[in-house]
């Protein structure tokens, strides 16, 4: 179906000055989505500048195509790819920024036919990239109570997972859950504790989107791309949306940033030291970003986002 669904990108500005745009510089916008942080990109570049766009979600692609730029392409595909893309370009290690802003897009959430939100009715589905893969009705259908308790509790911190997992169970035992308000409405009757701020079945959607799209395994594959993507020099921009993202990217760049780590009273000089770790910290932590309340009082969305920055370090 077309979309007409108005989205504000979360840290737009803020994200995009990150990264030290240079006007010829060649770009990679990891997260196209609707095209905010790319159109904002293309009007800080000459004509020599290039910018490449990713995105798994169809309708992200359909969206791109509108975009009638030399300068611009777009590619159908998991940002996790990245680095394959780009050695097909002769790019590796040429990219002097790349922009990802993680998570569900808000157009994904807002359209019912997408089966993101419990909002709205819709078939229960929640792929990013509706061309491949089971969806979240497939995957409940099959799955154990063992499983789908996992799930809610690693990804959603559902803390009432196991009774959840069973009501699913044993509904479709009798008839599947094709819809997203069938899930919705069965999670909120086995949940024994209302939050008044929240809907029973926030975390749990949120869980099984994050499984059926392997989010998290895609986001670690992409970061590790990032450091064969970027050039020396070069400058990594990240959007988290919930504390399971922002961990995986606060401890990557701890982990390419730090220096050595060596147990006290080890005895080596400062020089066998720099030697045996000289290959050791690829990135500098270049900072980090919460959205204002101006921001978070326009765009609600934007309450629970995180920006990080770093920067890749000559070898």
């Not at 916008?29 to 798994?56: E, M, P, V, Y």
């Not at 990239?129 to 789908?148: F, K, N, Y």
């Not at 780590?261 to 020089?271: C, F, N, R």
């Amino acid at each position: 179906m077309s979309e007409n669904y108005l989205h504000t990108t979360v840290l737009l500005d803020e994200a995009v000055k990150g990264l030290n745009l240079r006007p010829d510089g060649v770009y990679l916008d990891g997260t196209f989505g609707r095209g905010g942080h790319s159109r904002l990109i293309l009007s800080k570049l000459n004509a020599q500048g290039r910018l490449f766009a990713i995105d798994r979600d169809p309708a992200a692609i359909e969206a791109a195509r509108a975009i009638e730029d030399a300068r611009f392409t777009i590619i159908h595909g998991p940002f996790s790819a990245m680095a394959d893309y780009m050695a097909e370009r002769d790019l590796l290690g040429r990219v002097d920024g790349i922009l990802l802003d993680l998570g569900v897009s808000s157009p994904q959430l807002d359209d019912p036919e997408r089966g993101f939100s419990f909002m709205r009715d819709g078939p229960l589905d929640m792929r990013m990239d509706t061309t491949r893969g089971q969806s979240a009705a497939q995957w409940l259908a099959q799955a154990s109570a063992e499983d789908i308790a996992w799930v809610l509790k690693t990804f959603g911190e559902e803390r009432f997972a196991k009774r959840i997992a069973q009501a699913i169970v044993a509904r479709n035992r009798q008839q599947p859950m094709t819809r997203t308000r069938e899930l919705a409405a069965l999670i909120a009757d086995a949940s024994p504790f209302r939050d008044k701020h929240k809907h029973p079945a926030t975390r749990s959607f949120q869980a099984i989107r994050i499984y059926i799209n392997s989010e998290l395994e895609e986001i670690e594959r992409a970061l590790d791309s990032a450091l064969a993507v970027l050039a020396p020099g070069g400058r990594l921009s990240v959007i988290s949306f919930h504390s399971l993202e922002d961990r995986l990217v606060k401890h990557f760049i701890r982990q390419h940033s730090r220096g050595p780590q060596v147990p006290a009273g080890l005895p080596l000089t400062e020089a066998q030291i720099a030697a045996q770790h000289q290959d050791r910290r690829q990135l500098k932590a270049a900072g980090k970003m919460q959205p204002s309340a101006r921001e978070i009082n326009d765009n609600p969305r934007a309450r629970s986002s995180v920006l990080r920055f770093a920067e890749k370090l000559a070898p």
